[in-house]
């Protein structure tokens, strides 16, 4: 499975961001995509993530009530909302591919694109 996120960009404060990560290969039912991301000096972090089959989503603390994950299937497609963003927001945006569900650990994924950075000005 090969991924591939698009999206990010400079937005203000209050502002909103939709990244999408199109993945090639198939994606398993049981399988979970996920977001990531990281800023400079600090460590990868779950943001969400959605179980392929069943349309669950799961969110972090942090952004809960702001960020929705959706999927398009037909297009093997995720996108991720980001409503209201803070600078606190402001990091690289990884997209993953878990084939046995959605886990807030980045250590179980087995499938990453490369990062879209998102900055978000105060």
């Known amino acids: 499975v090969q991924l591939q996120a698009s999206g990010g960009g400079l937005v203000q404060a209050g502002g909103s961001l939709r990244l999408s990560c199109v993945a090639s290969?198939?994606?398993?039912?049981?399988?979970?995509m996920a977001w990531f991301r990281q800023a400079p000096g600090k460590e990868r972090e779950f943001v969400g993530g959605i179980r392929w089959g069943s349309g669950n989503t799961y969110y972090s603390d942090h952004v809960k009530g702001r960020f929705t994950i959706a999927t398009a299937k037909a297009d093997n497609t995720m996108y991720l909302q980001m409503n209201n963003l803070r600078p606190e927001d402001t990091a690289a945006y990884y997209c993953?591919?878990?084939?046995?569900?959605?886990?807030?650990?980045?250590?179980?994924?087995?499938?990453w694109g490369p990062g879209t950075q998102v900055t978000v000005s105060s």
């Open positions: 290969g198939r994606i398993f039912s049981s399988s979970g």
């Open positions: 993953a591919v878990d084939r046995h569900g959605v886990d807030r650990s980045a250590s179980q994924y087995e499938y």
